[in-house]
């Protein structure tokens, strides 16, 4: 089976491509292969790739940033996957795309359903909403994950800029109160490679069930604050010399950014157990090896 997988640079994509099982052949594509921001080109290079299936975590991902590109986001988050989608669905390909918990507009305290309505507060938002909706339009056999709060040891992400400053300064400011569960890409790809170990027909049979929309993160929830004493305090248990000595909350309106961020990002997490089996660890436990990963690297180099 040909498995063509996008975005190999990214967090998402790059976990995925390396937990993909032989037999499967993977075909990695970065944008040099598929550039999402020409998405009339998307066609004919999937004529070339010919996958069997495919799994779409490229997207435009600069949250604050889109808010001035709109077109740009709009052009890789919902016309690229709509291609994507279109060119899978006639061919009978199933395609896993994925999406974001910022496509709710944050209200309430209560895990948001897939059968609830979405309301984006950002471009980003938007543009992922947007995508959506592409992929639903074109039919066939597909299946939106929405996540959220994605990191690694590696790649740009909170984890990373946490442990930077947590060596530059003595005091970290860090919201407070937007609520959700940080998901390594490391968990996603697990659970996203794991929904192919009973075959592609059992997937497809899942895709269908699931109405093709599914939420998938770690189980658990924190704030970012919350998440920002956990990688100081692991790092330092893990014997990272860092400089940081209080961590302080703060209200989103004290960290003015561009772009509107949702105060209530929980995901419900009941369909990804009942249709997929998969029950998450909590956000904690998958920290943990990243932040293995990331203390060995940080000791190694002297903490550079
Ligand atoms: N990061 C989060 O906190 C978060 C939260 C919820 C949902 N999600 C969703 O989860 C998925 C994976 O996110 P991630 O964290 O893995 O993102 P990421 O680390 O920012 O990676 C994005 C990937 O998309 C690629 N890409 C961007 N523009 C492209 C283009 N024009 N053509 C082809 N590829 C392009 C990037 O390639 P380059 O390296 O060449 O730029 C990179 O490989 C996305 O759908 C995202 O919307 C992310």
Redesign the pocket.
């Known amino acids: 089976m040909r498995i063509l997988v ?8 790059g976990a995925l491509a390396a937990r993909l099982p032989p037999p499967a052949i993977v075909l990695a594509a ?2 040099s292969v ?4 020409a998405p009339r080109t998307l066609a004919g290079t999937l004529d070339r790739l010919a996958p069997h299936l495919i799994f ?6 600069a949250v604050d940033k889109a808010e001035d590109e709109p077109e740009l986001a709009m052009r ?2 919902a016309e ?1 996957p709509g291609a994507l989608a279109h060119w899978a669905a006639a061919r009978d390909v199933p395609l896993i ?6 496509v709710f507009d944050g209200s309430g305290a209560r895990a948001w359903r897939e059968d609830d309505t979405p309301q984006p507060l950002s471009v980003y938002g938007a543009s ?1 909403l947007a995508g959506e909706n592409e992929i639903r339009g074109a039919g066939g056999t597909f299946l939106i994950v ?6 690694a040891a590696d ?3 909170f984890l990373r800029t946490i442990a930077r400053l947590g060596r530059e300064r003595s005091e970290l400011r860090i919201v407070a109160d937007q609520i959700g569960a940080p998901t390594s ?1 490391a968990l996603i790809g697990d659970a996203v490679a794991g929904m192919l170990s009973e075959g592609l027909e059992a997937l497809r049979d899942r895709c269908a069930r699931a109405g093709g929309l599914v939420h998938l993160a770690a189980s658990g929830e924190t704030s970012w604050h919350g998440f920002a004493s956990a990688i100081v305090e692991g790092l330092k248990a893990r014997g990272v010399a860092l400089t940081v000595e209080r961590i302080v909350p703060i209200a989103s309106k004290d960290y003015p950014t561009k772009a509107r961020r949702p105060q209530n990002s929980r995901l419900d997490l009941s369909r990804l157990k009942s249709i997929f089996g998969i029950a998450p660890p909590p956000w904690q436990d998958a920290l943990a090896p990243e932040l293995d990963r990331l203390a060995r690297e940080l000791t190694s180099t002297n903490g550079g």
């Open positions: 996008t975005g190999v640079t990214g967090q998402v994509g970065d944008r598929l550039d999402l921001a779409n975590p490229a997207a435009y991902t890789i988050n690229a795309h994925f999406s974001t918990d910022y992922k929405r996540t959220s709060w994605v990191y790649g740009k992400n890409a």
